[in-house]
């Protein structure tokens, strides 16, 4: 897909973060907190987002938004924690399953990692993570630390959820990671 120009395409912007504050879900980004398939469906129903083969998903988590209310120092203690306790996608085969069968081409989110990190730990099913399966077995690009907060914003005060996006990462040979480049046009 670099080799082609980037990624475009439609993509659908699940703002989980403002609908679990309506539902009175408390948020704790900084934390390994997981985001259930079942309400990523329930929000899809109660905003009537369509979703078409070939979308990109762009999740909010609130994280962003969070980080940005904290002071200089606390936000250096938590770059500097000893382990990366963040909030995202709980993994699983039941979320492979659904991603899969939504047809996805890509996935991003404003958190250091899609899925809920640390990746690996307790809490996590080693066989079925998202990044060793969406990465390595479909190919399938993850964003991560996308700022979402101003797409959310229009999003939310329009009634939409969906826009065009086009991402067009650097191409560094033997690179594993490069800024998105990324635009969402409304």
Not at 106 to 112: I, L, M, Q
Not at 148 to 159: D, F, V
Request: include cysteine; aromatic fraction near 8%; glycine fraction near 10%.
């Amino acid at each position: 897909w670099l080799r082609a120009g980037g990624i475009q395409g439609r993509a659908i912007l699940l703002d989980y973060a403002s609908w679990a504050t309506a539902h009175s879900i408390p948020l704790s980004p900084f934390t390994s907190q997981p985001i259930p398939l079942a309400h990523l469906r329930q929000l899809i129903a109660e905003r009537s987002i369509t979703i078409r083969r070939g979308d990109i998903l762009l999740l909010r988590t609130g994280l962003d938004a969070a980080l940005k209310r904290l002071a200089p120092a606390e936000q250096r203690a938590i770059s500097t924690r000893s382990s990366p306790d963040f909030i995202g996608l709980e993994a699983g085969r039941a979320t492979l399953r659904w991603v899969w069968e939504q047809g996805f081409s890509a996935v991003a989110s404003d958190a250091p990692s899609f899925e809920r990190g640390p990746v690996l730990g307790d809490h996590a099913d080693a066989e079925h993570t998202l990044h060793q399966w969406l990465l390595a077995g479909w190919g399938m690009p993850i964003g991560e630390l996308f700022d979402l907060e101003g797409l959310a914003e229009y999003c939310a005060a329009e009634g939409r959820w969906s826009c065009f996006f086009s991402s067009v990462p650097l191409k560094v040979p033997g690179g594993v990671a490069s800024p998105p480049n990324a635009v969402a046009i409304l």
